[in-house]
C-alpha cells in the first residue's frame, strides 16, 4: 500500500511541474524578434517585429533593419500562449501566428500557409 501511495504522489508531483512549467509569462513576446518567413513567392522574408505592452494590452511595430518603423501592427489577439499580429505588408492584409518554443525562440505561420521562426533580438546593456 506504501509504493501505491508513493508511485502516486510521484505522478501527481510529475504532473504539476510539467502544467507549471509550459506557462508562458505574460509578457512573453514583449521585445524585438527577427522573425524569418519560409518559401514565399519572393523568397524567404525577413520581419523585425516590437512588441510592447501598453496599458494592459499588445501593440507593435515592423521595423527594418535599422529599427525604423515601417508598419504598425493594426491588432494582436492574445489566446493562451499564442498571438496573431494583424499588420499590412505591401498593400495586403496579413497575420502571423508565433507560439513559443522556449524562452527566446518562436514558431508560428504567416497567413497560415508560410511557416516562421524568429529569435528574440538581445539587447546590449
Known sequence: MKKVNLI??????????????????????????????????????????????????????????????????????EKDKTITAYFTAQGYDVNITLDPVDDDHVSGSLMGMFDAKGIRVKENK
Do not use: C
Open 8 to 77: 502516486l504522489v510521484a505522478v501527481i508531483g510529475l504532473l504539476m511541474s510539467i502544467a507549471a512549467k509550459a506557462q508562458t509569462k505574460p509578457d512573453y513576446y514583449v521585445g524585438k524578434w527577427n522573425v524569418t518567413v519560409f518559401g514565399t513567392p519572393q523568397g524567404d522574408a525577413k520581419i523585425n517585429f516590437l512588441f510592447e505592452r501598453k496599458d494592459g494590452k499588445m501593440t507593435g511595430t515592423l521595423q527594418d533593419s535599422t529599427g525604423k518603423e515601417t508598419a504598425k501592427i493594426t491588432q494582436i489577439e
